[in-house]
Each structure stands twice: as C-alpha cells, then as structure tokens.
C-alpha cells in the first residue's frame, strides 16, 4: 500500500436529535458540524436519516433529489461542509431520483470545499422480522442501491455503508482489499437489536480487516412513539478496541484513525499476507469495477455540466 500522506485523521460522529422538521434538522446538523470542526475534526459524520423521522411512513414526503437539482439538504450539507473546512460523510437522507422516481436510503460524502464526491445508496435494505419485537420493510418504500462507495482523502480511501450494509461482512472486505483504511456508517440501530449487535458487528468488522470502523446513530427520541433509535455511535480500531462511544443521548464523539497503530496492526496480525486463496475465492476478483460506479460517474458529469 503507499504510504498515506498522513497518519492521524480526527473523526467527529454527530449522533444528534432528529425531528419531524426538517429545516430543524439542517440547522441542527449544521450547529454540530462547525461545533466539531472548531473542536479540529477533519472528517465529520451525521446519522442515518439525519433530516426525516426514520420510517416508511416518512421517506416519500422526505425525500429530495440529489443529482440534477440537488434539494435543501444537499445545497445545506454542501455549504456546512464547505463552511466547516471538513470532509463530510452527510449521514444519509430519503433520495428521489429524478429519472426513475425510486426512492433510496442515500449517503452524499463532501469533500472540504463543499463539493459532493459520492452517494452511497444502502445496499441491503432493513428488512426483519423478529417476532413480538420488531418488524420494519425499508423495501416498501425503497430500493436498494447496486454499487459499493468509497471515498478519497489525504489520509487514504474509506469506504461507505449505511447502516443494515453492517452486517454484511463482504462489503466491508472488498474495501479493505482494495485499500480503504476505514469504513463509516451512518445507522440507526433500535434497542430490539443494537444492544445485541451492533458494538459486536462493528468489531467484527474492524478485526476482519484490520481497519477502522466509525458509526454514526441519531440519539434516542424523546417521542416514544418515534422509530427508537439506540444511539451509541462508536469509533472502533483495527484489533477491535471501542476507542470512544456515545450514550444514548445527543453529543458529538471524538476520536482519530491513527495510521500508524493500523499498521502496527497489521505488522503484528499479517492476515493480509496469509490468505488461502486457493483454498476459498478472493472476494475482490471483478470487484474493482463496482467502486468507480454510476452514482460517482453522474456526480462527475454534473461538475462537468456545471463548469
Ligand atoms: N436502519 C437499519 O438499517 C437498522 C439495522 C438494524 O437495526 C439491524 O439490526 O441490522
């Protein structure tokens, strides 16, 4: 791998209040981002369905485009991520494509002068059935995306999910292999599942790849009859330590992806030298297509368009 250009990357998680207001919510968010920027983060991430309620009911009358006209939230994260000088993972929000009028669950990624770099739209949607205890079919309403994001930065490629993508130890893998130094997920686990799984699928995937993993929750509502977001967004290392997490209530966490520690790590831990590939696939054949896809390729022929 080629030696990052830097080695300490300061990651804020804006695990914030989310109401039916959704211009409440952009000012919201935004108060954060430059709060965290201040405080010297360089990279920032919002929750999942950081400015609608989180529910099926919600995403039609949420949802904004992202591509052609960009909405209010994507003209708003552009500006607090141009403002606050960060690189700005805009948690995800209800996307409408213009063409086709699905929708999708989608994160737009900024970079520090505000320009949108990629969207990821949730690859495996939220559908579960546990019962007695919760029941929720995101695929209602949604569909799901078909291409896996990363995103470029001085200090190296971090792929994307939203998420349910959490659980699917593939995606992860595939943007370890082809370099990422962490992945980050905006999500909103709910207090059937998180407190089972979702600090153990975050180490999982931190020590499968040795990388770093970031979640970003909404904070626990106030309104029982809300969606009941669990909240403890979390920064986890490449062996696995919980470096900082969030209670259930509305903070920004602090904490750093320290490239050297990741290699120490895998200096101590050579997983990646020691692969039997004869003896089970290797994930990343034909893949390398799939992260220089057509969300990023639309992306590009806008900046085009618009310069
Ligand atoms: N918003 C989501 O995708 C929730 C995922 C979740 O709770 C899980 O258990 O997985």
Not at 78 to 98: F, H, Q, T, W
Not at 121 to 137: E, Q
Not at 203 to 215: E, G, I, P
Request: proline share 7%; glycine share 6%; with cysteine.
């Amino acid at each position: 791998m080629a030696s990052p250009a830097k080695n300490l990357l300061r990651v804020a998680l804006v695990q914030m209040q989310v109401s039916s207001n959704k211009a409440q919510n952009l000012q919201r968010a935004r108060e954060h981002v430059l709060t965290a920027a201040h405080k010297g983060a360089e990279l920032v991430v919002l929750p999942e369905c950081f400015n609608s309620p989180y529910g099926v009911q919600h995403f039609p009358q949420f949802a904004e485009p992202i591509h052609c006209t960009p909405g209010e939230s994507i003209q708003a994260l552009a500006k607090m991520a141009k403002d606050a000088n960060v690189y700005l993972v805009g948690g995800s929000i209800p996307e409408r494509d213009e063409q086709t009028h699905k929708l999708y669950n989608s994160c737009p990624v900024f970079d520090r002068q505000g320009h949108l770099v990629t969207v990821h739209r949730k690859v495996h949607l939220f559908d579960i059935d546990v019962p007695g205890k919760m029941t929720f079919k995101e695929s209602d309403v949604l569909s799901p995306g078909c291409k896996l994001t990363s995103f470029s930065t001085e200090w190296g490629e971090i792929g994307v999910g939203i998420c349910y993508d959490l659980r699917f130890p593939e995606m992860a893998m595939v943007a370890a292999r082809q370099g990422c130094i962490g992945m980050v997920y905006p999500a909103a686990f709910n207090t059937t599942t998180g407190p089972v799984f979702f600090e153990l699928l975050q180490r999982a995937r931190a020590v499968d790849n040795l990388f770093f993993v970031a979640t970003c929750s909404p904070a626990r509502p106030t309104d029982p009859s809300s969606y009941p977001a669990w909240g403890y967004s979390s920064v986890i290392s490449p062996i696995g330590e919980v470096l900082a997490k969030a209670q259930e209530t509305e903070t920004i966490v602090y904490s750093e992806f320290d490239l050297v520690k990741m290699a120490e790590a895998r200096r101590s831990y050579p997983i990646y030298q020691q692969r039997r590939f004869d003896l089970y696939p290797d994930v990343n054949q034909g893949t390398h297509q799939v992260l220089s896809l057509e969300v990023d390729q639309q992306v590009a022929q806008q900046k085009q368009d618009s310069s």
